[in-house]
T-cell receptor, first 110, second 113 residues
């Protein structure tokens, strides 16, 4: 079993929709959870960073962590065409390098 | 980027040649990383360095080499031994502590023909 599993998509939604992106992980030692957004031919940029179970909100973005289920989610409200990108989850224990999901490609259609 | 400079943005080489990719940072971060990104493969770790003059192999180090002589710089050499060198290469940095997020440069697209 891979350490981090992420559905690659592609995911296509209409403008204004709520988007749900998800990752599952296998190692219960993982403590730190991140979401990155990557536009084509650019480096990933950090969107959300959390280390506890529960929700963290930043504008239209909400990161959710459920450590008991080893499941993390990113919700995007009122999605915009500018949200079209690849979204990567990333997780680590603090002692080892970050482990990335393979990324989900999202298209928001105007 | 925000303080991480990767150059050049595009690089073309003939098969059999070694090539060095540059990564410079002014964030004063201790740790630096090199990743390779291929379509459908996600990010794969090549090498990382947590302190000057020390570095560790990642998951796909074969055919690559690095050096860390200065805190600000972590160049990656793609040698002729790397079987499939054409890829998008990303450099990242991390502040101390091991629980900090990574900050990425904007990558170098290497094409070997």
């Amino acid at each position: 079993q891979k350490e981090v599993e992420q559905d690659p998509g592609p995911l296509s939604v209409p403008e204004g929709a709520i988007v749900s992106l998800n990752c599952t992980y296998s190692n219960s030692a993982f403590q730190y959870f991140m979401w990155y957004r990557q536009y084509s031919r650019k480096g990933p940029e950090l969107l959300m960073y959390t280390y506890s179970s529960g929700n963290k909100e930043d504008g239209r973005f909400t990161a959710q962590v459920d450590k008991s289920s080893k499941y993390i989610s990113l919700f995007i409200r009122d999605s915009q065409p500018s949200d079209s990108a690849t979204y990567l989850c990333a997780i680590h224990s603090g002692n080892t390098p970050l482990v990335f999901g393979k990324g989900t490609r999202l298209s928001v259609i105007a | 980027d925000g303080g991480i400079t990767q150059s050049p943005k595009y690089l073309f080489r003939k098969e059999g040649q070694n090539v060095t990719l540059s990564c410079e940072q002014n964030l004063n971060h201790d740790a630096m990383y090199w990743y390779r990104q291929d379509p459908g493969q996600g990010l794969r770790l090549i090498y990382y360095s947590q302190i000057v003059n020390d570095f560790q192999k990642g998951d796909i180090a074969e055919g690559y080499s690095v050096s860390r002589e200065k805190k600000e710089s972590f160049p990656l050499t793609v040698t002729s031994a790397q079987k499939n060198p054409t890829a998008f290469y990303l450099c990242a940095t991390e502040a101390t502590g091991g629980e900090s997020p990574l900050h990425f440069g904007n990558g170098t697209r290497l094409t070997v023909t």
